[in-house]
Nanobody, 123 residues
């Protein structure tokens, strides 16, 4: 089993920055992909970013490209968020999967999830 724990959320003004962390423990050697999703009230959970096990491959949702950066250091994955907008406000979830899927933007692909961390952006 794998446990994921996010941290780093909080309140920030529009244009500001936050850095989210996701620490993994347990059987992490099985993990192939790591991703961040977010869910705003009344909306579906949406893909934000993904990084491969090697860290050499990443992808982002169009809405965050150029502003958010995913990175990985051993068993911790980070999401550096710059130039935050009010529409970025949501609960951010870390997810991990044990295989690569071409539909990596689909939450159903991932086997493990963290509890989420709230990001609030004031205008």
């Amino acid at each position: 089993q794998v446990q994921l724990r996010e941290s780093g959320g909080g309140l920030v003004q529009a244009g500001g920055s936050l850095r989210l962390s996701c620490a993994a423990s347990g059987s992490t050697f099985n993990l192939y992909t790591w991703a961040w999703f977010r869910q705003a009230p009344g909306k579906e959970r949406e893909f934000v970013a993904i990084i491969s096990r090697s860290g050499g491959s990443t992808d982002y949702a169009d809405s965050v490209k150029g502003r958010l950066t995913i990175s990985r250091d051993n068993n911790t994955v980070y999401l550096q968020m710059n130039s935050l907008k009010p529409e970025d406000a949501a609960v951010y979830y870390c997810a991990a999967g044990v295989y690569y899927s071409s539909t990596y933007y689909d939450p159903r692909v991932y086997s493990f999830w963290g509890q989420g961390t709230q990001v609030t952006v004031s205008s």
